[in-house]
DNA sequence: ATTCTAATGCAACAATGTTGCAAAAGTAAT
DNA sequence: ATTACTTTTGCAACATTGTTGCATTAGAAT
């Protein structure tokens, strides 16, 4: 059977995705690392996080994929949190308190949802 | 000063996404001009349409950016409805008469949202 | 220390999007 | 219809992001 293994690589962009308190893109953990590994072995890391669950993934209103740490979600895995883009400082946090409500129409099947909000945070407000 | 001008391809490109009932993919569209003009020709032209107002612009749940066309946005040109993504047929649809609401926690400034939920649509259901 | 195989690096590739520039084609005026 | 003006297009080239195959490296268990 398949074991994990801790490597060097994988330690680093899992502390650094956990430690920050802001969502990383793949280039600005590729930016942090300073060559530390490959490109592509930066991408393998994080499937693997994210099928550990240990991070998840956040697609920006922009297009841009990033990755934040699982911090509230430990016990039952659910990201039903919205996520706050600040359109000056770019920073993506995630607002973990924060569950909207909607009213679906009939025959609807929710299995995921992705909801962010742009504007303006509280340090650039 | 500057004047639109009406050619086919833009004709062509504004028909088919405000005619869809599914928002499209600038891939998608492509597919179906079958060589009426140019990859970037296409680009230049949801631009334009963006600018114009007459399309939106949806940033799916898997990165993947889809155009649809503005109906409900006529006079006040809002786009806070929810996006469905089905997971099955893969299409995205705008509910327009979906507003979600939400609670923020202070000091935030909201000027844009982007909220997609994913699962089966009622035909794949 | 040995063995097993997960993880990495590298090269190559695919998809998506952008830019510069010359040629083509709308539009308005004559 | 012709001309003049300038938007729009096509093409080539490039940048970015993400994926895959394969040989090599290096965790972890024995």
Redesign the pocket.
């Known amino acids: 059977m ?9 330690t680093e962009i899992q502390d650094l995705i956990v430690t920050s308190n802001v969502a990383l893109s ?2 600005e953990i590729q930016k942090s690392l300073d060559g530390l ?5 930066i ?3 994080l499937e ?1 996080l994210l099928e550990e669950g240990t991070i998840h993934k956040i697609v920006n209103v922009d ?1 841009v ?1 990033k990755y934040a740490g699982c911090h509230s979600c430990s016990k039952k895995h659910s990201h039903n949190h919205i996520h706050f883009s600040c359109q000056k400082c770019k920073a993506v946090t995630c607002l973990e308190d924060v569950e909207p409500s909607y009213k679906l129409p009939k025959n609807y099947k929710v299995s995921e949802m992705n909801f962010t909000l742009s504007g303006l945070c509280p340090q650039c407000l």
Chains 1, 2 share one sequence.
């Open positions: 398949k074991t994990a293994r801790n490597t060097a690589a994988k793949h280039s590994c490959d490109r592509v072995t991408y393998r890391v693997r297009g994929v």
